[in-house]
């Protein structure tokens, strides 16, 4: 009976200490003109035979909600510049843009609440630091819009949207480092767990 009292109690305090996936701007440039090609694999478009110009990376994450629990059906949209720093966007015409990177992905969890895409790691543009603009989505509705950026970059302290996190604990979770894989060591690995404050319904 203690040992089940004191799962109990340890239940509020372990959904105190995780803190919600901070919700950020969409920005101006989700894509306007959604691409034919809208896997989970950005590197390489449909059709072409060469894959995109950057630093190949594996990016992986769970999406639970405050208390652990993964969250299934959930879509998750990734969309970020290429390795010139151009989106998929019209208004972003860029002569020189990758036309082998996809520039948009998305991913529906399973059981598990993982998800997993091959994309680039994320580089600077004017104005702003590397990162990569996340949407997840359910029945219909969308749950959360936010971004990840590059752990230890040295724009991140520049950039006024992540700067506009003032809790550090909601601040740290976005941040994600970009390791050299161990099964494939020219590419990068990257984990990126997402807590939903909410929770959605069925």
């Known amino acids: 009976m203690l040992l089940g009292a004191l ?3 340890a239940q509020p305090a372990l959904a105190q ?13 989700y894509p ?15 059709g072409h035979p060469f894959p995109a110009a950057g630093e190949i990376t594996d990016l992986t994450g769970r999406i639970t909600d405050l208390n652990g ?8 949209e990734i969309w970020q510049v290429d390795n010139n720093g151009h989106y998929l966007h019209t208004a972003d015409p860029g002569a020189d843009k990758d036309a082998n990177f996809q520039g948009y992905g998305r991913f529906e969890t399973g059981l ?6 091959r994309t680039i790691k994320p580089v600077p543009y004017p104005g702003r630091t590397p990162h990569i603009h996340v949407k997840l989505q359910r029945g219909g509705r ?8 590059v752990q230890g970059h040295p724009l991140n302290e520049r950039d006024a949207i992540l700067r506009g996190i003032h809790d550090a604990q909601q ?4 941040l994600v480092p970009f390791l ?9 690995t990257a984990r990126f767990d997402i807590v939903l404050g909410i929770t959605p319904v069925s």
């Open 69 to 76: 629990k993964p969250l299934r059906g959930v879509v998750i």
């Open 180 to 188: 050299p894989s161990r099964e494939r060591p020219a590419e990068l």
């Open 112 to 117: 598990d609440g993982t998800y997993r895409f």
């Open 7 to 9: 799962a109990c109690a």
């Open 142 to 149: 969308e749950l959360l819009t936010t971004q990840m950026y």
């Open 171 to 174: 601040r740290a979770s976005v």
């Open 17 to 29: 200490n995780r803190a919600p996936t901070p919700p950020q701007t969409e920005g101006p440039f």
């Open 32 to 46: 306007d003109r959604l691409p034919l090609d809208q896997d989970n694999d950005l590197t390489m478009v449909t």
